[in-house]
């Protein structure tokens, strides 16, 4: 049985204007098998020693179509040798045909395997972000030698020409076999075995223990980054098209035309160069000074072959400012107001170091992204493109194979390494988080470090996190490294071969003129000058994305309490409140609020008093509406507020909390935040109200006083009287004060109460109290145990009733009668 077909030998690589089926075969054939045998055995020696069965595999009907694709082409490699050799050979068998054949039946088997294993197995490494890199290659490796055959257009006896029968039966299956191979290609890219629920940062965190995972579960995200492009690209779309202004729209175009403009004129360098190094090798010798004008002149239009510093690529960049700068403030603008517009729910639950890493590395992926995507990778597609149909039409056809085979190694190579690298990139984000995360939580917890001598500690964990991002920036360096070096080998060879064909056809067949092999090289270099920055151009895309996951989720968060549809201004006549079987709770197992019914009438004062978890500030949450009522209702003058828009309900509502929290901006700002368009004479009557005035102008700097971070610049005292001023500005017709005393001294206490008094006076006032002397002048008192009310009535009937709020009364009293156990006697000496 002879190797090749009569006539050819196996070396015999370019037969009659093509390749030769043997060696191409043989060849192909034995570089894929023997790549999986030598790294698929590598990978799966390592499942075999390392992995662990998966718990968490997904039904997928992509899965099993990549598996069905994986064994129909085992039959079309049976079937295409056995046609051959019936139809072809007449029935003559050749070695090449069954060593090709048992070859590609063992690698699409093995690479089948391997799919299997990835699937039902684990490695203990991070969660798996796709295929690995081996059946990646793999793949790809048999797209590109699919994409050989189409070398053989210009060969004779080819089956290209669809002459015969056989040729057609040829052609059939070569096209079953082309679409099979980009089929698992791209499946091998989607990854579907693999595919997990996609899990973005759930910054809204839940309280069920299902949710409880681990930080580096939660934040890691599965699949390509590609995953959902569409779906941010119609998000980002409103705000990338400057519709509010004429000129941006204007800008926006004639960016465009210059975009158009330097692709004409980087095909019109390398021409007229070729035409000047021409005119000084052909004689006679002509000064052609057109010529270097015209040249140099392109040149300065380009700015050094890539469009770096050129003046279309300068004035482009300076018209383009403002578009940026657009899209920027109002994906911005558009951020900050939907995290506003989150519940109370949200906020209690996200970590603000990683919410701001998180808005700041989004909003600057877009700026990013449009500049790559662009002016970068666009045109750089437009050049390739422009330059296969030139060097086909103008030198041959073997110039656009050459052109087209390196890029399209180039740039699949470049897709499917960073694909394989984005799990890097993205475990770099999650420690940068956590680094940064821990970085301001010790930050903003100082006091508590230093009241706990805990600086040791916090510096220890800083560092510790520090050496987790570094490890995993080591991880992706390295990878970058590897895909750099793999680029570097693909251009070089493409141009190793299209410069030895060149030079052959200058010397040897003389076709072309040193001016043509001077025009091919400065092309191709200038080519491949923004082509070897494509690798990093994606990799930044893939990066812009991968940050951008983040801000989408984000902005995809909902809130759980919305206005309903033209929910109209509440109307305030007399600030009546009520509840009506009302119930709640944050988490289905625990009830706060158990069928709770009380009426505030206007201008009354409702205490409420009980232990700790009772209730008592859950209320007053409902009625700000910060959450909504699982049942029953609540009204204000007979106005469901479920109904109403909640900008009216909280302008009625005024708040003294228990812990008042500070901008930190001077004491003017913070109490005229109340009523941002009020006179300085009010806020100064508010604060006179609050009786604070004097002690401010006892301040250096008076009202311009600085209260720091958080307020901590002034004592408890004066932060409360600075919120009761506040809430006096807002002059509101309700007022929720939430145990406002409850962490000040029995001294500052009495002094604020007045002030408090001046606050409620002629308002409905509900009061949360600890301190039960706070409230002995309420109208009426409601005691809470457990989610209910167990006692009501004012403070006299109470007492006599001699039950839960008597005991407590009592209790308190004694409390506050009795000296402290470590109290020492006064000293006789001076």
Not at 205 to 226: F, K
Not at 558 to 580: K, N, S, W, Y
Not at 713 to 734: D, F, M, N
Request: glycine share 6%.
């Amino acid at each position: 049985m002879e190797f090749c077909p009569p006539n050819i030998s196996f070396f015999d690589v370019w037969v009659n204007h093509g390749t030769s089926a043997c060696f191409m075969d043989t060849v192909s054939s034995s570089i894929l098998a023997t790549f999986l045998l030598l790294f698929g055995g590598t990978q799966l020696w390592m499942y075999k020693k390392y992995s662990n069965r998966a718990t968490n595999v997904l039904p997928s009907k992509l899965y099993y179509f990549q598996i069905f694709m994986s064994v129909l082409m085992c039959l079309v490699v049976v079937v295409k040798y056995a046609l051959e050799a019936a139809l072809i050979h007449q029935r003559t068998l050749f070695m090449y045909q069954i060593v090709s054949g048992g070859l590609l039946l063992f690698s699409f088997t093995f690479a089948t395997y391997l799919v299997s294993l990835e699937r039902n197995y684990r490695l203990p490494t991070a969660p798996p972000q796709g295929h690995g890199l081996v059946l990646l290659v793999f793949w790809t490796m048999l797209l590109i030698f699919a994409n050989l055959t189409f070398v053989n257009l210009k060969r004779l006896d080819w089956w290209f020409s669809l002459k015969t029968l056989d040729d057609k039966i040829e052609m059939y299956i070569f096209v079953v076999y082309y679409v099979g191979s980009l089929t698992l290609f791209v499946l091998g890219l989607k990854a579907p075995g693999l595919t997990h629920t996609r899990n973005y940062y759930n910054l809204n965190g839940d309280s069920s223990s299902s949710q409880n995972n681990l930080e580096s579960e939660r934040l890691m995200h599965t699949g390509s980054t590609w995953a959902g492009a569409a779906k941010k690209i119609k998000t980002l779309a409103p705000f990338l098209w400057p519709k509010k202004s004429a000129l941006l729209k204007l800008q926006v175009i004639i960016c465009i035309l210059l975009l158009i403009i330097a692709r004409v004129i980087n095909l019109f360098v390398p021409i007229y160069n070729r035409l000047l190094v021409n005119s000084l090798v052909d004689k006679p010798l002509v000064f052609r000074w057109d010529y270097v004008l015209i040249f140099v002149g392109f040149k300065f239009l380009q700015g050094g072959g890539t469009g770096g510093m050129g003046v279309l690529n300068n004035v482009r960049s300076l018209l383009w400012i403002g578009v940026q700068q657009y899209t920027t403030r109002e994906i911005e603008i558009e951020l900050f107001r939907h995290l506003h517009g989150l519940s109370l729910r949200w906020h209690l639950s996200r970590k603000t170091g990683e919410v701001l890493r998180v808005m700041n590395r989004g909003t600057d992926s877009i700026s990013n992204l449009l500049n790559y995507v662009l002016f970068q990778i666009i045109p750089t597609i437009l050049d390739i493109v422009i330059a296969i149909v030139f060097f086909v039409s103008t030198f041959s056809t073997w110039y656009g194979v050459i052109v087209f085979t390196t890029m399209a190694l180039y740039l699949v190579t470049s897709i499917v390494v960073t694909e394989w690298r984005t799990k890097f990139q993205r475990k770099m984000n999650l420690a940068d988080n956590a680094l940064n995360t821990r970085s301001i939580d010790s930050l903003l917890n100082f006091e508590t470090v230093k009241y706990y001598g805990a600086e040791e500690y916090e510096i220890k964990e800083y560092g510790k996190a520090i050496q987790t991002y570094q490890v995993a920036e080591y991880q992706n360096s390295l990878s970058l490294v590897f895909l750099n070096s793999l680029q570097n080998l693909i251009i070089t060879g493409g141009l190793l071969a299209g410069s030895l064909l060149c030079v052959h056809e200058v010397v040897n067949n003389q076709t072309l003129t040193v001016g043509d092999y001077t025009l091919f090289v400065s092309y191709i270099l200038q080519l491949y000058v923004p082509l070897n920055w494509f690798g990093t151009y994606y990799r930044a895309i893939q990066k812009n994305f991968v940050d951008m996951e983040n801000m989408f989720d984000l902005l995809q968060e909902t809130c759980d309490v919305i206005d309903i549809p033209q929910a109209p201004m509440l109307c305030v006549a007399q600030g009546a409140v009520e509840f009506r079987n009302v119930s709640f709770s944050y988490t289905p197992e625990r009830a706060i609020l158990k069928n709770i019914s009380f009426t505030v009438p206007a201008g009354k004062t409702l205490a409420l008093v009980g232990q700790s978890g009772a209730g008592k500030s859950t209320i007053i949450r409902l009625l700000f509406r910060f959450y909504d009522v699982e049942s029953g209702d609540i009204f204000i003058d007979n106005q469901n507020i479920k109904t109403v828009s909640q900008a009216s309900l909280r302008q009625a509502i005024g708040v003294v909390p228990q812990d008042t929290v500070l901008f930190n901006n001077s004491i003017k700002f913070n109490i005229q935040y109340a009523r941002i368009n009020a006179s300085e004479e009010e806020v100064k009557e508010a604060a006179t109200s609050a009786d604070i005035h004097e002690r401010i102008l006892s301040f250096p700097d008076g009202y311009d006083t600085q209260v720091g971070e958080r307020g901590l610049k002034l004592s408890g005292g004066e932060k409360q009287r600075v919120a009761i001023a506040r809430t006096l500005l807002k002059a509101p017709q309700i007022v929720l004060l939430d145990e406002a005393t409850s962490a000040l001294d029995t001294k500052t206490e009495r002094n604020i109460q007045s002030a408090l008094n001046r606050v409620c006076a002629s308002r409905t006032t509900i009061i949360v109290a600890h301190r039960l002397s706070t409230i002995i002048h309420a109208d009426e008192i409601l005691v809470m145990h457990a989610g209910e009310i167990v006692e009501r009535g004012r403070h006299e009937e109470l007492l006599e009733r001699n039950g839960v709020y008597a005991s407590m009364w009592i209790q308190q009293n004694t409390k506050q009668s009795e000296p402290s156990s470590d109290e020492s006697p006064p000293s006789s000496t001076a």
